[in-house]
T-cell receptor, first 111, second 111 residues
């Protein structure tokens, strides 16, 4: 499969705690992206990390990439109820024209 | 900018009927894609386009047709609706092989 595989499938934390979710993939990549989907809504792009980068930050988000292990992690610090959503790490094809999605990580932040 | 717009938001069809899901973007993006999202299945790529006049199949193209006569529009046609096509359909556009911008989705029920 060329899909990014998110882990865990579901995660429930208290507001204020940090949330960590992981993504694994099987083939080489040019970049890896993380998206968020709130219930019943379209997906929103969160962050992109290129294959030559190891870590990237955006606000409360921190993404790491380990190309030797073919894995990435997304850390959300000081979580809020509004962070409740599903998170995806689709992989792009070698040509960059196709994106493959896994089933995502469903995050619930309890107020 | 309106971004990516999809119409209709909801649609109910009877088996065998045909219809067109509309998708438009005003960002002058070359790449456009159609996905379907079933419960617990993540997003699956139906068809995609890398520019006006160019389309190609994704993971699950059977039962769907697309065309790209302009940069702005990328309609998805269901030729003969089947209950298995009950799903939420998302259109996305991208200026390159990086960030994708998603529309709000169309919820389709086939009876």
């Amino acid at each position: 499969s060329q899909q990014g595989e998110e882990d865990p499938q579901a995660l429930s934390i208290q507001e204020g705690e940090n949330a960590t979710m992981n993504c694994s993939y099987k083939t080489s990549i040019n970049n890896l992206q993380w998206y968020r989907q709130n219930s019943g809504r379209g997906l929103v792009h969160l962050i992109l990390i290129r294959s030559n980068e190891r870590e990237k930050h955006s606000g409360r988000l921190r993404v790491t990439l380990d190309t030797s292990k073919k894995s990435s992690s997304l850390l959300i610090t000081a979580s809020r109820a509004a962070d409740t959503a599903s998170y995806f790490c689709p992989r792009s094809s070698n040509t960059g024209n196709q994106f493959y999605f896994g089933t995502g990580t469903s995050l619930t932040v309890i107020p | 900018n309106a971004g990516v717009t999809q119409t209709p938001k909801f649609q109910v069809l009877k088996t065998g009927q045909s219809m067109t899901l509309q998708c438009a973007q005003d960002m002058n993006h070359e790449y456009m894609s159609w996905y379907r999202q079933d419960p617990g299945m993540g997003l699956r790529l139906i068809h995609y386009s890398v520019g006006a006049g160019i389309t190609d199949q994704g993971e699950v193209p059977n039962g769907y047709n697309v065309s790209r006569s302009t940069t702005e529009d990328f309609p998805l046609r269901l030729l003969s609706a089947a209950p298995s096509q009950t799903s939420v359909y998302f259109c996305a556009s991208s200026p390159d092989d990086n960030e994708q911008f998603f529309g709000p989705g169309t919820r389709l029920t086939v009876l």
